[in-house]
């Protein structure tokens, strides 16, 4: 079972936008930085969410899909100016489309030091065995 036909993020069918183009009562959603692992017994995803805390944050898994929805806040000094920033104010959402071979009841997930693990079981069909020869 490979990578490129089982977990893969799923892309918005919603075209890119400028901001002047935007509506203003809509508001962007960012796609987090995260990474995917394989190994015979899962699939790992690490994503990276500084400034995120377990409230802020929604992980579900569907027919098909593993959803990671939340938002970024960051809390700054009343005394503080902002020089330069590379974060966002704004909901995030990762979607990874799947091909149904993820054990859905034994999925865990831990939030750390604002790193998100996902472990993301394999069905016990889809595991490699060793058959013995007789």
Known sequence: MSLLNTLMPKLSSAPATRSEDRTPDLEPTVKPVYE????????????FLPGVSKDGL?????????????????KQPESWAAL??????????????HDNALDADKIAAELRD???????PKHEALKPRKIPVS
């Open 84 to 97: 330069y920033r590379e974060t966002v104010d704004a909901p995030f959402e990762l979607v990874l489309a």
């Open 36 to 47: 995917i692992k394989e190994t015979p017994e899962a699939f790992g995803v690490t994503v």
């Open 114 to 120: 604002g790193v998100l693990r996902v472990s993301l």
């Open 58 to 74: 929604d992980l579900t898994a569907d027919e098909g899909q593993v959803r990671i929805v939340g938002r970024r806040a960051w």
